[in-house]
């Protein structure tokens, strides 16, 4: 049955004949009625068509049975929806008004629901189309291979090819023509307008709360999706892309932006941020529902920029806005807040500006608080620091007051920085950007205020000598980590080093201090927070301490040896003090002139010998040193009877008083009871400066509870003339009574001295910076002007921020000293290092 | 488009060994190749499956009919290798409902070569010749060509590469004979002139040999 076979040699078949079967085959398979046909036989067809060298024919016929069949049948049933409001949504602007939402929800639904069905069905008849004509593709790939020179034997793979699309494709792309493309009537609107409009206005109806048929939309997308501006099918010119989405993303950021204004009038900031977040979600499931995902990062970039970038200055400035959120403790909300920036850039830069601002506005106000307390005239209550005697000169409660101000700061200061590491733990995640700027702010707050150096040495100093007394350990470490802490936000540490020498010195020679082992401790933290050269003097200063304690043992035992066993013997127990160590001028109330004659003291012939005694001494154990006595620093105990002290009766009572004291009322021992000196004849005989012996007399003779003196005539300034005499009348029930001296006490400083130590701390801040220039110079010979700035800068930057108008003069004082000298021939300033 | 489920011994790895004619007409290959080889290779076991399928009608789901002749065929077997079976069986038409695939104009000898090959990546060409007349004798060269041409018709490009070889072997070693030269004709009749490699063969040999095959023709 050999001539059953059909190949070249067989007559030629008719191809109109042959086609018209496959026409009307075709038009069975879109009427659905694909079951009845034999697959066979029509692929047989179609084969003997390519065979005959039709194939191109073939197609054309292909595509323009479809051309038309679209454009007719198709078409006509798709127009047939667009009713009356769907005509008004996509004739124009004032379309949404013009009819109910569930009309234009039904006609919607029922356009969508058309087109979905007309695609679904279009793709599967292509299908079955494109599997009758399978040897024409096949033919057709081969002859685009052969054209295009690709081993087809070797890779069967279907080409796409650049000047005819494969039939499937073609037919895509008549949908997209003849349906999309075509108006919905005459000067109407494309149909793939109408579409967009119309899955807009049911995304709208979705936002607004409506239900609607996510599949509906999604099947309509995915067509979209599936179909190309060209016919080449290039990724980025599908229809979704071209159509859709620009609208899609326009219309959301017209309608967030508006939605984000009204929210911004009608709510408070925790449901704004609520309402943001849940928006945001909500546009992402949309995306997964009814869109397309590829959409997501989009719309939510579109969400984001409507609802939190351009929104979130105006969020935070709300009446219950971050402010509110942290005068209020809302962490939530300012939680809510965070979450909401960090959405839309990692450094929150807004979030961070507005705490930034809170913090330095509450850090203000403290250091406003400060100032004002410091300065004010005593108040009349809450400054109430217990044991204030009446008669204290007004200076002495303005300086205590001035103690009280600084505790409160440094306080305060404290707290606001506890505050804010709440917030910045529970509401913003321990956040590294907001860490980083709450101790900006903290530092500038603290570096804003120019008592904060005194104040931190003034806190540690109060709690040294009463803070702590009765805390446990625990408490205590918590204390000295406060002072740490403020510590560490501290610029200008030199000043503090200053200030702290100072106190701290009070603390060890006045012995005020609590424990000696708590204030080991905080040097020692101070070392490990500021270096081993900060407290370097710190240390020598304890040093000394112990150093004196031996070196008054051992001339105990010195004199022991000697056998001197005098009773009489007046004890000797001193502090020697490296001069450089030991900031003394803080005892030192007046100025230069008053040294000298201090050191001409006249002491009675018992303590004089004793002070050339160890003056000898000294000199044996170490040859070459120079001892300075300082005289206004030292106290004596005495015991001293008075005869009606006791309700008439003699009492001996152990006194102590400062070293002027003891030789002031040494003088009146060798004195008859009666006979009374005058002030210039006191001052004759001990030559103590005029200063301190009015202060000194002041307490001797003016206090009432060490009135040792009547001075005459009786009143509370001592005037030159005026005459002291011994106090018979004398009496006190208390054994041991110490006498205070009338100071400037351990406290604030006065204007006076701040500016003395502001001068003195200028000028080692200069010796600072000349030092650290020529060590960077010397090292690199040359350098231009603005990079010695920096480099001097980082160096110093951890003692203290320096001027830069400082270092500038500094430089020009090198060059007149010729450490250094300019490059004439630089482009830039430099500098040449000059050996 | 063509899954290739071959398991020719070259691509086989190293230690397995497969051959077909190994196993006894009558035994069940798939008990034997695992009697045989304690490791039997997977491609082994479907390969040997397959053959197993091809020799009996068990778990058949589709029916080929050709010039009166029928074969109960499993749809696994040929829809996997083949676009055109699939769409055929799945594409809802009619042989879809029916399972029945009528190939109304071909020679059902070489269908019945097409189907053997889809089992065992090899046909018989000698077969087609087996219960024939003179008058409708075919070279071997010929069954080759015609092979050739079904499979090009189906697009089975692994049945048209196995009979390009069958046509290699045939031209090469009987080129003289006038089977061969029956073959050729039958390639110029039936097959397209796209990338046809049996025509670039004839053409090969007839270089070749070309004084021969004048003297050939002058006979």
Same mark, same amino acid.
């Given at each position: 049955?050999?001539?059953?076979?059909?190949?070249?040699?067989?007559?030629?078949?008719?191809?109109?004949?042959?086609?018209?079967?496959?026409?009307?085959?075709?038009?069975?398979?879109? =009427?659905?009625?694909?079951?009845?046909?034999?697959?066979?036989?029509?692929?047989?067809?179609?084969?003997?068509?390519?065979?005959?060298?039709?194939?191109?024919?073939?197609? #054309?016929?292909?595509?323009?049975?479809?051309?038309?069949?679209?454009?007719?049948?198709?078409?006509?049933?798709?127009?047939? =929806?667009?009713?009356?409001?769907?005509?008004?949504? =996509?004739?124009?602007?004032?379309?949404?008004?013009?009819?109910?939402?569930?009309?234009?929800?039904?006609?919607?639904?029922?356009?969508?629901?058309?087109?979905? &069905?007309?695609?679904?069905?279009?793709?599967?008849?292509?299908?079955?189309?494109?599997?009758?004509?399978?040897?024409?593709?096949?033919?057709?790939?081969?002859?685009?291979?052969?054209?295009?020179? =690709?081993?087809?034997?070797?890779?069967?793979?279907?080409?796409?090819?650049?000047?005819?699309?494969?039939?499937?494709?073609?037919?895509?792309?008549?949908?997209?023509?003849?349906?999309?493309?075509?108006?919905?009537?005459?000067?109407?609107?494309?149909?793939?307008?109408?579409?967009?409009?119309?899955?807009?206005?049911?995304?709208?109806?979705?936002?607004?709360?409506?239900?609607?048929?996510?599949?509906?939309?999604?099947?309509?997308?995915?067509?979209?999706?599936?179909?190309?501006?060209?016919?080449?099918?290039?990724?980025?010119?599908?229809? $979704?892309?071209?159509? !859709? &989405?620009?609208?899609?993303?326009?219309?959301?950021?017209?309608?967030?932006?508006?939605?984000?204004?009204?929210?911004?009038?009608?709510?408070?900031?925790?449901? $704004?941020?609520?309402?943001?977040?849940?928006?945001?979600?909500?546009?992402?499931?949309?995306?997964?529902?009814?869109?397309?995902?590829?959409?997501?990062?989009?719309?939510?970039?579109?969400?984001?920029?409507?609802?939190?970038?351009?929104?979130?200055?105006?969020?935070?400035?709300?009446?219950?806005?971050?402010?509110?959120?942290?005068?209020?403790?809302?962490?939530?909300?300012?939680?809510?807040?965070?979450?909401?920036?960090?959405?839309?850039?990692?450094?929150?830069?807004?979030?961070?500006?507005?705490?930034?601002?809170?913090?330095?506005?509450?850090?203000?106000?403290? /250091?406003?608080?400060?100032?004002?307390?410091?300065?004010?005239?005593?108040?009349?209550?809450?400054?109430?620091?217990?044991?204030?005697?009446?008669?204290? @000169?007004?200076?002495?409660?303005?300086? #205590?007051?001035?103690?009280?101000? @600084?505790?409160?700061?440094?306080?305060?200061?404290?707290?606001?920085?506890?505050? !804010?590491?709440?917030?910045?733990?529970?509401?913003?995640?321990?956040?590294?950007? %907001?860490?980083?700027?709450?101790?900006?702010?903290?530092?500038?707050?603290?570096?804003?205020?120019?008592?904060?150096?005194? $104040?931190?040495?003034?806190?540690?100093?109060?709690?040294?000598?009463?803070?702590?007394?009765?805390?446990?350990?625990?408490?205590?470490?918590?204390?000295?980590?406060?002072?740490?802490?403020?510590?560490?936000?501290?610029?200008?540490?030199?000043?503090?080093?200053?200030?702290?020498?100072?106190?701290?010195?009070?603390?060890?020679?006045?012995?005020?201090?609590?424990?000696?082992?708590?204030?080991?401790?905080?040097?020692?933290?101070?070392?490990?927070?500021?270096? /081993?050269?900060?407290?370097?003097?710190?240390?020598?200063?304890?040093?000394?301490?112990?150093?004196?304690?031996?070196?008054?043992?051992?001339?105990?035992?010195?004199?022991?040896?000697?056998?001197?066993?005098?009773?009489?013997?007046?004890?000797?127990?001193?502090?020697?003090?490296?001069?450089?160590?030991?900031?003394?001028?803080?005892?030192?109330?007046?100025? &230069?002139?008053?040294?000298?004659?201090?050191? #001409?003291?006249?002491?009675?012939?018992? %303590?004089?010998?004793?002070?050339?005694?160890?003056?000898?001494?000294?000199?044996?154990?170490?040859?070459?040193?120079?001892?300075?006595?300082?005289? /206004?620093?030292?106290?004596?105990?005495?015991?001293?009877?008075?005869?009606?002290?006791?309700?008439?009766?003699?009492?001996?009572?152990?006194?102590?008083?400062?070293? $002027?004291?003891?030789?002031?009322?040494?003088?009146?021992?060798?004195?008859?009871?009666?006979?009374?000196?005058?002030?210039?004849?006191?001052? @004759?005989?001990?030559?103590?400066?005029?200063?301190?012996?009015?202060?000194?007399?002041?307490?001797?003779?003016?206090?009432?509870?060490?009135?040792?003196?009547?001075?005459?005539?009786?009143?509370?300034?001592?005037?030159?003339?005026?005459?002291?005499?011994?106090?018979?009348?004398?009496?006190?029930?208390?054994?041991?009574?110490?006498?205070?001296?009338?100071?400037?006490?351990?406290?604030?400083?006065?204007?006076?001295?701040?500016?003395?130590?502001?001068?003195?701390?200028?000028?080692?801040?200069?010796?600072?910076?000349?030092?650290?220039?020529?060590?960077?110079?010397?090292?690199?010979?040359?350098?231009?002007?603005?990079?010695?700035?920096?480099?001097?800068?980082?160096?110093?930057?951890?003692?203290?921020?320096?001027?830069?108008?400082?270092?500038?003069?500094?430089?020009?004082?090198?060059?007149?000293?010729?450490?250094?000298?300019?490059?004439?021939?630089?482009?830039?300033?430099?500098?040449?290092?000059?050996? | 488009?063509?899954?290739?489920?071959?398991?020719?011994?070259?691509?086989?790895?190293?230690?397995?060994?497969?051959?077909?004619?190994?196993?006894?007409? *009558?035994?069940?290959?798939?008990?034997?190749?695992?009697?045989?080889?304690?490791?039997?290779?997977?491609?082994?076991?479907?390969?040997?499956?397959?053959?197993?399928?091809?020799?009996?009608?068990?778990?058949?789901?589709?029916?080929?009919?050709?010039?009166?002749?029928?074969?109960?065929?499993?749809?696994?077997?040929?829809?996997?290798?083949?676009?055109?079976?699939?769409?055929?069986?799945?594409?809802?038409?009619?042989?879809?409902?029916?399972?029945?695939?009528?190939?109304?104009?071909?020679?059902?000898?070489?269908?019945?070569?097409?189907?053997?090959?889809?089992?065992?990546?090899?046909?018989?060409?000698?077969?087609?010749?087996?219960?024939?007349?003179?008058?409708?004798?075919?070279?071997?060269?010929?069954?080759?060509?015609?092979?050739?041409?079904?499979?090009?018709?189906?697009?089975?490009?692994?049945?048209?590469?196995?009979?390009?070889?069958?046509?290699?072997?045939?031209?090469?070693?009987?080129?003289?004979?006038?089977?061969?030269?029956?073959?050729?004709?039958?390639?110029? *009749?039936?097959?397209?002139?796209?990338?046809?490699?049996?025509?670039?063969?004839?053409?090969?040999?007839?270089?070749?040999?070309?004084?021969?095959?004048?003297?050939?023709?002058?006979?």
């Amino acid at each position: 049955m050999a001539n059953q076979r059909q190949g070249l040699n067989v007559p030629d078949i008719d191809f109109e004949t042959t086609w018209g079967v496959l026409e009307k085959a075709f038009l069975e398979i879109h =009427t659905k009625n694909a079951s009845a046909l034999s697959f066979e036989e029509l692929y047989r067809n179609a084969y003997k068509i390519v065979l005959k060298k039709k194939g191109e024919e073939l197609y #054309n016929k292909v595509a323009e049975f479809e051309a038309r069949w679209l454009s007719s049948e198709v078409r006509m049933k798709i127009v047939a =929806t667009i009713t009356p409001p769907l005509q008004l949504l =996509t004739e124009g602007s004032g379309g949404r008004a013009l009819s109910s939402t569930a009309e234009r929800r039904t006609a919607g639904e029922n356009f969508l629901r058309t087109l979905k &069905e007309s695609w679904e069905d279009h793709g599967v008849c292509m299908g079955m189309l494109t599997d009758v004509l399978m040897y024409m593709v096949s033919t057709q790939a081969q002859q685009h291979a052969a054209n295009d020179g =690709t081993d087809l034997e070797k890779d069967r793979v279907y080409c796409t090819d650049h000047r005819q699309p494969s039939i499937f494709a073609k037919a895509m792309g008549l949908f997209r023509d003849q349906i999309l493309g075509s108006l919905d009537r005459p000067n109407g609107t494309q149909l793939a307008e109408s579409l967009t409009k119309v899955i807009l206005d049911q995304i709208q109806m979705d936002r607004d709360g409506e239900k609607i048929d996510q599949h509906l939309i999604k099947a309509n997308v995915y067509m979209l999706e599936g179909l190309y501006h060209s016919d080449q099918e290039v990724e980025e010119e599908k229809l $979704y892309l071209q159509l !859709f &989405e620009p609208h899609f993303l326009s219309t959301s950021a017209a309608f967030y932006r508006e939605e984000g204004e009204r929210l911004l009038k009608e709510s408070d900031a925790g449901t $704004y941020c609520k309402e943001a977040k849940r928006r945001i979600d909500e546009e992402s499931d949309r995306c997964r529902s009814t869109i397309s995902e590829s959409t997501t990062p989009k719309i939510q970039k579109v969400v984001e920029d409507e609802l939190i970038r351009h929104k979130m200055k105006g969020l935070i400035e709300m009446d219950s806005g971050v402010q509110y959120m942290i005068d209020n403790d809302k962490f939530h909300e300012l939680g809510l807040v965070f979450e909401l920036e960090s959405r839309v850039d990692a450094r929150k830069p807004e979030l961070t500006k507005a705490i930034v601002s809170i913090v330095q506005d509450m850090g203000a106000a403290i /250091n406003k608080a400060a100032e004002t307390t410091s300065v004010a005239p005593p108040a009349p209550a809450g400054q109430d620091d217990a044991g204030e005697d009446k008669p204290k @000169a007004g200076s002495t409660r303005q300086i #205590n007051q001035q103690t009280a101000a @600084a505790l409160k700061w440094v306080e305060d200061v404290l707290a606001l920085k506890e505050r !804010f590491d709440v917030f910045w733990k529970t509401s913003f995640n321990s956040d590294q950007t %907001i860490s980083t700027a709450l101790t900006r702010s903290i530092s500038e707050v603290i570096n804003a205020f120019n008592r904060s150096s005194e $104040y931190i040495s003034l806190f540690i100093d109060e709690n040294m000598k009463k803070g702590i007394r009765d805390k446990s350990e625990a408490e205590i470490d918590a204390t000295l980590e406060q002072a740490i802490v403020t510590l560490r936000y501290l610029q200008d540490k030199d000043i503090f080093e200053t200030y702290y020498k100072k106190h701290l010195c009070k603390r060890l020679l006045l012995k005020k201090s609590q424990s000696i082992d708590v204030e080991k401790q905080m040097i020692s933290r101070m070392k490990i927070e500021l270096g /081993n050269s900060f407290t370097l003097k710190l240390e020598a200063m304890f040093k000394d301490m112990t150093l004196s304690e031996e070196l008054t043992g051992g001339y105990r035992s010195h004199i022991a040896r000697l056998g001197q066993a005098d009773t009489k013997r007046v004890d000797l127990s001193i502090n020697v003090l490296t001069s450089m160590t030991w900031p003394l001028e803080a005892f030192r109330g007046a100025g &230069e002139d008053e040294r000298e004659s201090r050191n #001409n003291l006249l002491f009675p012939g018992s %303590i004089e010998r004793i002070k050339t005694g160890f003056e000898r001494f000294y000199a044996e154990r170490y040859s070459g040193r120079k001892l300075t006595w300082q005289t /206004n620093m030292g106290d004596a105990d005495m015991k001293a009877t008075f005869p009606r002290s006791r309700n008439g009766k003699p009492m001996t009572h152990d006194i102590n008083c400062s070293t $002027y004291g003891m030789l002031i009322l040494l003088l009146f021992n060798d004195l008859p009871t009666t006979q009374s000196l005058t002030l210039e004849e006191i001052q @004759a005989k001990t030559n103590i400066p005029l200063n301190d012996l009015k202060r000194n007399l002041q307490s001797l003779a003016v206090a009432p509870k060490t009135r040792f003196l009547v001075k005459e005539p009786m009143s509370r300034e001592i005037n030159p003339g005026d005459r002291f005499r011994y106090n018979e009348d004398f009496s006190s029930k208390i054994i041991k009574i110490k006498v205070g001296v009338v100071s400037a006490g351990n406290k604030v400083e006065g204007e006076k001295e701040r500016k003395e130590t502001e001068k003195k701390n200028n000028d080692s801040r200069g010796f600072a910076i000349e030092a650290a220039v020529v060590r960077i110079m010397k090292q690199r010979k040359e350098l231009s002007h603005a990079q010695l700035l920096t480099e001097t800068l980082t160096v110093l930057s951890g003692q203290f921020r320096p001027d830069v108008n400082m270092i500038k003069k500094r430089i020009e004082s090198l060059i007149e000293r010729e450490y250094l000298e300019r490059l004439e021939e630089a482009a830039v300033p430099s500098y040449r290092y000059l050996a | 488009m063509e899954v290739e489920m071959s398991a020719s011994s070259d691509s086989l790895p190293a230690g397995y060994e497969y051959k077909t004619e190994r196993f006894p007409k *009558n035994a069940d290959p798939l008990r034997e190749g695992i009697k045989k080889y304690d490791r039997v290779h997977p491609c082994c076991m479907i390969q040997a499956n397959s053959v197993r399928l091809w020799r009996s009608n068990d778990l058949s789901d589709l029916t080929v009919r050709c010039g009166g002749r029928e074969w109960s065929v499993h749809r696994f077997v040929l829809c996997t290798q083949s676009k055109y079976f699939e769409r055929a069986v799945e594409g809802g038409f009619k042989e879809s409902t029916e399972k029945l695939i009528e190939l109304q104009e071909d020679d059902p000898k070489i269908v019945g070569l097409m189907l053997s090959w889809f089992y065992n990546r090899y046909y018989p060409a000698d077969s087609a010749q087996s219960d024939t007349t003179p008058d409708d004798y075919l070279s071997e060269a010929q069954v080759h060509a015609r092979v050739f041409a079904l499979g090009e018709k189906h697009l089975l490009y692994g049945l048209m590469d196995k009979a390009v070889d069958g046509f290699r072997v045939e031209i090469n070693e009987w080129w003289i004979t006038i089977g061969v030269a029956k073959g050729i004709v039958e390639v110029y *009749n039936m097959t397209s002139e796209a990338s046809n490699n049996l025509r670039e063969l004839a053409v090969k040999m007839v270089c070749t040999h070309r004084r021969d095959v004048m003297n050939l023709d002058s006979e």
